[in-house]
């Protein structure tokens, strides 16, 4: 079945890589922060591997989003120390490095890389997904994300972030993610940048319907809860009857077809008085 002792592991991994490491042509890193003061590309790792990547190779190429710019060591200090605080818990990155320029004798390439990222930002709904820098607080907090895992999500970047971005980068596609949501905005009160996206994947439900993905059966609903809403006589009506649904045996609710959340939970229990008539009997204080 094979070792799994980390250590082992971990110098076997060692033996194979370094040579590899050694005589690579070339190296690539991603860039955490850009400083346009000064021109640094700033990268935080804990492994080592992106000093190990521009150390060996006489070639060193930087790929930076347009949207990882900070103006100067000042902003640097606080988006630096927020990334590892809300990522990880750390007071900061094992290894935060700042190149600037190729060492004597080697290149240095930086790669501004846009796709897509100007149609964000002038999307008037969503461009504050720009600001997000990755820290995965709002996957650390997602209740739908903690429980079900990175593999649930169609698109590549998972948890309340990944949603958003998918359907930035094709809403036909993507839509179904939308739906792997509570709206409970945890994410947005976690959110060291702001960018909210719980709160834009409210948006993004409004829109199914323009995007011609919204759920004909919950669009039903949706419509006939606020008729029932809308009318309180009729709604007070529905609450007297409501406990009359628990006589109905569990076997008549679990269609794959017309209840496929039924199969395999509990249909819950309506309660025999309703949370009005007990406040109005003076039973809930």
Same mark, same amino acid.
């Given at each position: ?6 250590? !082992? ?8 890589? %370094? ?77 935060? $490095?700042?190149?600037?320029?190729? %060492? ?69 596609? !993507? ?26 994947? !409210?948006?993004?439900?409004? $829109? ?26 009729? !709604? ?50």
């Amino acid at each position: 079945m094979g070792n799994y002792d980390p250590t !082992y592991l971990t110098r076997c991994a060692r033996h194979h890589l %370094r040579d590899q490491f050694m005589e690579a042509g070339a190296g690539m890193t991603g860039c955490n922060f850009g400083v346009a003061a000064t021109g640094d590309c700033v990268v935080c790792t804990n492994e080592g591997n992106a000093d190990m990547t521009t150390s060996m190779p006489k070639l060193h190429i930087v790929a930076m989003g347009i949207e990882k710019l900070v103006p100067d060591y000042k902003s640097l200090a606080v988006f630096q120390r927020l990334l590892c605080r809300c990522g990880t818990g750390q007071p900061t990155t094992a290894f935060t $490095s700042h190149f600037r320029q190729a %060492r004597p004798g080697a290149e240095m390439h930086v790669v501004l890389v846009d796709n897509g990222r100007s149609d964000i930002l002038a999307d008037k709904d969503h461009w504050q997904t720009l600001k997000c820098m990755r820290c995965g607080a709002c996957m650390n907090t997602c209740p739908v994300y903690r429980r079900s895992g990175g593999y649930s999500y169609t698109y590549f970047i998972p948890g309340p972030i990944g949603v958003n971005l998918g359907m930035l980068k094709n809403p036909q596609k !993507y839509s179904d993610n939308v739906s792997a949501c509570t709206l409970c905005l945890s994410c947005d009160n976690v959110c060291p940048s702001k960018v909210g996206p719980g709160s834009q994947i !409210y948006v993004w439900r409004q $829109s199914l319907e323009k995007l011609g993905k919204a759920d004909p059966v919950k669009k039903a609903m949706s419509n006939g809860m606020k008729y029932l809403f809308d009318r309180p006589a009729l !709604y007070t009506t529905a609450l007297k009857f409501a406990p009359l649904v628990n006589l109905v045996p569990e076997c008549c609710t679990h269609f794959s077809n017309w209840n496929a959340w039924g199969i395999g939970h509990a249909m819950p229990e309506f309660a025999k008085k309703s949370f009005h008539q007990l406040w109005k009997e003076g039973k809930v204080k």
